[in-house]
């Protein structure tokens, strides 16, 4: 897994996994630079997506994976069991 990136992405849409539709959504909920994306707490940003049309448990995963620079299947193949008991600490586990 790689921390960071070796060159840091301009936009957001350049982040691993991400595209045009991620950078919209994330500006939906006022994340419009790639600094503000790495500034919020991935958890709290996936509560404020969570509501959203389209928007499920591989959010989370994307969110991640853009962060530490690896795939979100990655993440999901890896770190599940983690991340939904995070979820459900924090009352927002799948139902």
Known sequence: MTDA????PKRLKDLNGFGPR???TLA???IHSVEDFM???P???????KPMKGMG???????????ENVSWIEI???RKTE?????????MAPK
């Open 5 to 8: 990136y070796l060159i840091p």
């Open 22 to 24: 991620s950078e919209e």
């Open 28 to 30: 939906e909920v006022g």
């Open 39 to 41: 500034a919020i707490d």
């Open 43 to 49: 958890y709290e940003l996936y509560a404020l997506i």
């Open 57 to 67: 448990l591989n959010s989370i995963y994307s969110i991640l994976g853009a962060r």
């Open 76 to 78: 999901k193949n890896t």
């Open 83 to 91: 991340i939904l008991m995070r979820l459900d600490d924090l009352g």
